[in-house]
């Protein structure tokens, strides 16, 4: 199957706080997990990306934990800020060409109060 | 990173008449695009993919007579919403890859369609 199942659907956490959101998908044919960030009205922005070579990636504020034998990944936030309110989308894509579509998970409205 | 611009960003259009919205890829060369549909609060679901020369490929559901999809060159493509209805009324994007980042997708800043 090619879901990508996301959790959870809003989140609100407090400004310095860590906001966490999971996703699991069912296709081990995925080998490229990028994150979304949008803001209304925008399109989406990639915001950082995993293969299932690694475990754990960093950048800045923001990192992904890739658990390849239970299928999941999450995105942690550090030090949340009120302007990483937005809605966050994971994503997969099988292997093959880059023309391979992306499977998006419900995305994750996320308030981050001041 | 690589810029994708679709234009416009906002249209409303009567019932019946047809609208076209384009994408371009502003830095590289775009083999494959894709256009998505969003609407509130949903995520995004990928309408069809194109290729730069061939036929658009449409997923299940998504009919192709009436969204028109055009990939002539490497650089545009566009959505044309053909006899347009109320219900057609989404937030239509498009995203593109390619050139030497061909592991990432970029994703235009949409395109808010309101049909009255």
């Known amino acids: 199957q090619q879901q990508v199942k996301q959790s959870p659907q809003s989140l609100i956490v407090q400004k310095g706080g860590i906001s966490i959101i999971n996703c699991a998908y069912e296709?081990?044919?995925?080998?490229?997990f990028p994150w979304y960030q949008q803001f209304p009205g925008k399109g989406p922005a990639l915001l950082i990306a995993?293969?299932?070579?690694?475990s754990e990636k960093k950048e800045g504020r923001f990192t992904i934990s890739f658990n390849k034998s239970a299928k999941q990944f999450s995105l942690h936030i550090m030090d949340s800020q009120p302007g990483d309110s937005a809605t966050y989308f994971c994503?997969?894509?099988?292997?093959?060409?880059?023309?391979?579509?992306?499977?998006f998970g419900e995305g994750t409205q996320l308030t981050v109060n001041p | 990173g690589a810029v994708v611009s679709q234009h416009p960003s906002r249209v409303i259009c009567k019932s019946g008449t047809s609208v076209k919205i384009e994408c371009r890829s502003l830095?590289?060369?775009?083999?494959?695009m894709f256009w998505y549909r969003q609407f509130p609060k949903q995520s995004l679901m990928l309408m069809a993919t194109?290729?730069?020369?061939?036929?658009?490929?449409?997923e299940q559901g998504v009919e192709k007579d009436k969204f028109l999809i055009n990939h002539a060159s490497l650089t545009l493509s566009t959505l044309t919403v053909t006899s347009a209805h109320p219900e057609d009324s989404s937030f239509y994007i498009c995203?593109?890859?390619?050139?030497?980042?061909?592991?990432?997708?970029?994703f235009g800043e949409g395109s808010r369609l309101t049909v009255l």
């Open positions: 830095d590289f060369q775009a083999t494959t």
């Open positions: 296709n081990t044919a995925f080998d490229y």
């Open positions: 994503a997969a894509r099988g292997s093959g060409t880059s023309g391979s579509r992306l499977t």
């Open positions: 194109s290729n730069e020369g061939s036929k658009a490929t449409y």
């Open positions: 995993i293969r299932p070579d690694v």
């Open positions: 995203s593109a890859t390619g050139g030497a980042n061909t592991g990432e997708l970029f």
